[in-house]
C-alpha cells in the first residue's frame, strides 16, 4: 500500500466501526473529516491532530449540503469516503410497519446516496475513492432482518453500478462485506428488541425471540474486532490496485457455505436451526 497521507470522510464516525477507521486512518498520518449525527458522541475526538468534525444526519439534505459547503471552507481536499453509517432493523415482512422499511432504506440506501452524489465533484477533482459498508448479509439472509438484508442488497448493486460509471474517470469504489462485529450496536439491539417483541403476532413471536437473541449473542462473543474490519478500509483508500470487493470473516469457510449452498439446503439448516 502506498504511504502518502489522503484527507477521507467518513460517516457514522462517533462510534463502533466508524470510530475505530477514525483511528487507524489518523495512526497512519492521514486527515479525517469525521461525520456523524451525534454531536456529544463527536465531542470526544476533537482536539486530536489531523481531524475535523462535523454534525450531519444523512438522512437530511440540509445537513449534507452543509457539510460539503464546510469541506470547500475548510482548504482540505478530499481524497476519500467512507459511507459507513447505518442501521439495523427487523421484524415479520408481512407484519412490519411501513415507517419501520422506510426509515431503513432511509439511511442505508439514500443515506448512501445522498452522500455521494453531493460530495461528487470533491472527490472528481482528486481522483478520490469511495468505501461503501456493506455486510455478508448482502449475500445471506437470515429470517427477521429482512430490511438490513434487503439494504444491504442494494449496496451490492450500487457499489457494482458506481464503480462501472467512475471507473472511466480514474475512480475506485469498493464494498466492505464484513460478518458480525462487536461494536455497542448490539447493547442497543437488545433494548429494541425488547421493545418490539410485544408487537409481534403469536404466528412469528416465538421464533423472532429466538433468532434476534441467539444472533446477537453469538455476535458478541464470537463477532469480529471493528479494527479487523477498519484494516479492510484503509486497504481499500490506499492499495495501488483496491479490490472491488473486501470480505471480513473469521471463517472462510462458513462464509463460503452461507453464500453457496443451494437455497433449498440453507432453507433446511436454518428450519433446523
Known amino acids: 500500500m502506498g504511504m502518502k497521507p489522503k484527507t477521507v470522510l467518513v460517516t457514522g464516525a462517533a462510534s463502533g466501526i466508524g470510530r475505530c477507521i477514525v483511528d487507524v486512518l489518523l495512526a497512519r498520518g492521514d486527515r479525517v473529516i469525521a461525520c456523524d449525527m451525534n454531536a456529544n458522541a463527536l465531542k470526544a475526538l476533537e482536539g486530536r491532530e489531523g481531524i475535523k468534525t462535523i454534525v450531519m444526519d444523512i438522512t437530511k439534505q440540509a445537513d449534507i449540503d452543509k457539510a460539503v459547503e464546510t469541506v470547500r471552507q475548510s482548504g482540505w481536499q ?16 408481512v407484519e412490519l410497519r411501513d415507517e419501520v422499511m422506510q426509515k431503513q432504506f432511509d439511511v442505508n440506501v439514500f443515506g448512501v446516496f445522498r452522500v455521494t452524489k453531493a ?7 482528486t481522483k478520490g475513492r469511495v468505501v461503501i459498508m456493506g455486510s455478508i448479509s448482502g449475500h445471506f439472509t437470515a429470517p427477521f432482518v429482512g430490511p438490513y438484508s434487503m439494504t444491504k442488497r442494494a449496496m451490492e448493486g450500487y457499489a457494482d453500478a458506481l464503480r462501472r460509471e467512475l471507473d472511466p ?13 462487536k461494536t455497542p450496536l448490539w447493547d442497543k439491539a437488545k433494548g429494541m428488541a425488547a421493545e418490539i417483541a410485544p408487537t409481534i403476532s403469536s404466528l412469528f413471536r416465538e421464533r423472532a425471540t429466538r433468532v434476534v437473541e441467539y444472533g446477537i449473542k453469538k455476535a458478541i462473543e464470537e463477532g469480529l474486532e471493528p479494527r479487523q474490519v ?3 478500509v484503509v486497504a481499500a483508500l490506499h492499495a495501488r490496485k483496491p479490490k472491488p470487493r473486501y470480505p471480513v470473516n473469521k471463517s472462510r469457510l462458513m462464509a463460503y457455505l452461507m453464500t453457496h449452498l443451494p437455497d433449498g439446503m440453507l432453507d433446511g439448516i436454518i428450519r433446523k436451526m
Open 78 to 93: 478530499l481524497d476519500g469516503l467512507v459511507n459507513n453509517a447505518g442501521i439495523a432493523l427487523g421484524g415479520p415482512l
Open 119 to 125: 460530495f461528487f465533484s470533491l472527490l472528481l477533482e
Open 169 to 181: 474517470l480514474g475512480m475506485h469504489v469498493s464494498i466492505i462485506e464484513p460478518g458480525d462485529v
Open 230 to 232: 477498519a484494516d479492510k
